[in-house]
Nanobody
Framework: QVQLVESGGGLVQPGGSLRLSCAASRSILSIYAMGWYRQTPGKQRELVASLIRSGSGNYVNSAKDRFTISRDNAKNTVYLQMNSLKPEDTAVYYC???????????WGQGTQVTVSS
């Protein structure tokens, strides 16, 4: 099992930046997949960015060229750097990890991101 704690959310103006962090309770060195999702009231949770092993990130179209997912194995932490933020990026952002292919996913508690002037 893995416990995840997100941080870094907050209120930011349009065009601003935030970096979300997801700290894991165990080593992420061998974890199969990590991802960031977001959810707004009344909508399904949406995959924003994912990272399989040490490969390159995959992004939802609306996040391409603005968001970057990365990992720091030494700190057992996954990051989501978000630049050029827009009001439509406002949501609760959740971290998810899948320890091995086909295995269960683990979720953090979420962190609120609000983009507003």
């Amino acid at each position: 099992q893995v416990q995840l704690v997100e941080s870094g959310g907050g209120l930011v103006q349009p065009g601003g930046s935030l970096r979300l962090s997801c700290a894991a309770s165990r080593s992420i060195l061998s974890i199969y997949a990590m991802g960031w999702y977001r959810q707004t009231p009344g909508k399904q949770r949406e995959l924003v960015a994912s990272l399989i092993r040490s490969g390159s990130g995959n992004y939802v179209n609306s996040a391409k060229d603005r968001f970057t997912i990365s990992r720091d194995n030494a700190k057992n932490t996954v990051y989501l750097q978000m630049n050029s933020l827009k009001p439509e990026d406002t949501a609760v952002y959740y971290c998810n990890v899948q320890v091995f292919f086909g295995g269960p996913g683990y979720w953090g508690q979420g962190t609120q991101v609000t983009v507003s002037s």
